[in-house]
């Protein structure tokens, strides 16, 4: 399996005046000019995608729905274990749902994308720390499957870098 896992566009901060439920907060006209721009890059360097797994946020969800729209990604799953309250445990458990895969994107939050990259590159999700940008993204080859501490890190780009591929 190749995973890619893809941190959430720039979203609004949070403000529960406007937003009393976080997972309502959505990306910001910026966030979703700036994530277009990766999708371009994301679509030279991961043309297939198979299955694109979303948190059922909505900033996770637009940031989906611009892969789909921009990367030509598939139509994104909502997949409750994904959002930003759920654990690597949970992360890993919609990981293993789609076993069967072979080219699997999810779109999540931090800091659970780092502890997921780390649990499955290591075996534990607090081995390796990484900073991941809001747009950044990483490609994790699975040869066993979403099985910790068998991964191999392809490449991790921050947006800046996955924009300047789709120019």
């Known amino acids: 399996m ?3 896992l893809v941190r959430h566009g720039i979203a609004f901060d949070r403000d529960p005046a406007r937003w009393p439920d976080d997972a309502a907060r959505p990306l910001t006209a910026r966030g979703v000019r700036r994530f ?3 999708a ?4 030279r360097l ?3 995608i198979d299955v694109l797994l979303t ?3 909505a900033r996770t969800l637009a940031t989906a729905m611009l892969l789909r729209d921009v990367a030509g ?5 909502p997949a409750a274990g994904l959002g930003a309250g759920a654990g690597v445990e949970q992360q890993l458990a919609a990981l293993t749902a789609h076993a069967d895969v072979q080219v699997l994107a ?5 800091p659970h994308m780092h502890e997921l990259a780390s649990l499955l590159l290591t075996g534990d999700g607090a081995a390796v ?3 991941w940008r809001k747009g950044a993204v990483a490609a994790i080859e699975l040869p066993q499957g979403p099985l910790p501490g068998t991964g191999t890190l392809l490449w991790f780009l921050q947006p800046d870098a996955l924009r300047r591929i789709g120019r």
């Open 55 to 57: 948190s059922p946020f």
């Open 106 to 110: 999810l779109v999540g939050h931090e």
């Open 129 to 131: 720390q990484s900073s």
């Open 73 to 77: 990604w598939p139509q994104p799953v």
């Open 2 to 4: 190749r995973l890619y």
């Open 36 to 38: 277009h721009r990766t």
């Open 40 to 43: 371009r890059g994301l679509r």
């Open 46 to 48: 991961a043309p297939t």
